[in-house]
């Protein structure tokens, strides 16, 4: 089945202590991108990743690490966590990325990881 | 700067009836425009895609137009029913990424 996994689900953690968020999809995806959902402010990008050894800044980096070494997978890294990182997570995937009017490009999201820093 | 609102955060409506949900950017030029539909505790699920020279669009029961003069665009469910309860998210694609709104939750009463 075609997907796209995140773990954990849930987190509850203190501030400071490290943590990563996995994800992995198994559809041989290009793009792959990490998004935060706050209530009234909607879905905005942390940061993304075009291929293998390639990944930049969305609209909120701060305070967040990513990588790319593998095709499939692209973990979240919070270095040193802070109360304002308190959100739900989502990573997303698609074939590649283009603005070309004849591509059909929808994302295909996981599940979420509901961090909690206290 | 770079605006998409979608016109009311919670729409409530009777089973049978026609649902819409618009969705206004500001500051774009999409080549096209995609509806998402995200249950609780679930990640967004992509339901169509409308391109700029396109309409209208149709997939069994939605419907969504895209007018690029208004810069607005329109999500129809037609014959609602309490399974379409949802929050509904329309998205543009930026340089390097998907943007979306804030999401429209409707809830369908039976």
């Known amino acids: 089945e075609a997907q796209v996994t995140q773990n954990p689900r849930y987190l509850i953690t203190v501030t400071g202590k490290k943590l990563t968020v996995t994800c992995s999809q198994n559809?041989?995806?290009?793009?792959m991108s990490w998004y935060r959902q706050d209530p009234g402010l909607g879905l905005r990008q942390i940061y993304y990743?075009?291929?293998?050894?390639?990944?930049d800044k969305g609209d909120v980096p701060e305070g967040y690490k990513v990588s790319r070494k593998e095709k499939r997978n692209f973990p979240l890294i919070l270095e040193s966590p802070s109360p304002n990182q308190t959100s739900l997570y989502f990573c997303?995937?698609?074939?590649?990325?283009?603005?070309?009017?004849?591509?059909?490009?929808?994302?295909?999201f996981g599940d979420g990881t509901r961090l909690s820093i206290l | 700067s770079q605006k998409i609102e979608q016109n009311s955060e919670a729409l409530n409506i009777q089973e049978g009836k026609t649902a819409t949900l618009t969705c206004n950017y500001t500051?774009?030029?999409?080549?096209?425009l995609q509806w998402y539909r995200q249950d609780p505790g679930r990640g967004p699920v992509f339901l169509l895609l409308?391109?700029?020279?396109?309409k209208e669009k149709r997939k069994e029961r939605l419907k969504v137009t895209f007018d690029t003069t208004l810069k607005q665009s329109l999500f129809h469910i037609t014959a609602s029913q309490p399974a379409d309860s949802a929050t509904y998210l329309c998205?543009?694609?930026?340089?390097?990424?998907?943007?979306f709104g804030a999401g429209t939750r409707l809830t369908v009463k039976p």
């Open positions: 997303a995937s698609s074939p590649t990325w283009g603005r070309d009017v004849y591509s059909n490009q929808p994302q295909h």
């Open positions: 559809m041989n995806h290009e793009y």
């Open positions: 990743s075009m291929n293998v050894e390639v990944t």
């Open positions: 500051n774009y030029s999409p080549a096209y």
């Open positions: 409308i391109r700029e020279n396109e």
């Open positions: 998205a543009l694609e930026g340089r390097n990424d998907m943007r």
